[in-house]
């Protein structure tokens, strides 16, 4: 379905009176929802997929994935939580994985962002290199 350029606007309107310190606010988003919904304006339907794309975008951004090797110590967890907050803001959602293909060292993904220090990562480099 095609989103016409108003109905973008508007989503994106509606996606920032959402935020609350400039973190999402669950509450606004349901009540913003719940009002285009009893209110169907003129594409309320396009302004709607559009501002779900945009909340489900912001979800993403907000949330990391950490995966090393073995299991992390909690010295090394605080230790990436405060990186990953200074770098990216507060509200960081962080979850810690074991992935034991990675061989050694840390693969971190915050939304589109990935960050592999990992072993398996440098030895597909030098693969690839020669």
């Known amino acids: 379905m095609k989103i016409s350029k108003q109905a973008r606007r508007d989503a994106k309107q ?15 988003v ?5 009002a285009v919904i ?11 997929s559009h501002f779900q794309r945009l909340v489900k975008l912001d979800i993403e951004r907000r949330s990391a994935h950490v995966e090393s090797a073995v ?20 509200g960081l959602s962080v979850t ?17 962002d990935v960050f592999d220090g990992s072993v398996k990562a440098r030895l597909a480099e030098l693969e690839a290199a020669m």
Do not use: M, W
């Open 14 to 28: 509606l996606f920032n009176v959402c935020k609350v310190s400039g973190v999402l606010d669950e509450g606004r």
């Open 71 to 90: 299991a992390t110590s909690e010295a090394l967890q605080q230790s990436v939580k405060a990186n990953l907050a200074q770098r990216y803001g507060q």
């Open 38 to 48: 009893a209110q169907k304006p003129r594409g309320f339907v396009g302004i709607l």
């Open 30 to 34: 349901r009540q913003t929802v719940t």
């Open 96 to 112: 810690f994985a074991v992935n034991p293909s990675l061989i050694g060292g840390l693969r971190v993904k915050v939304g589109s």
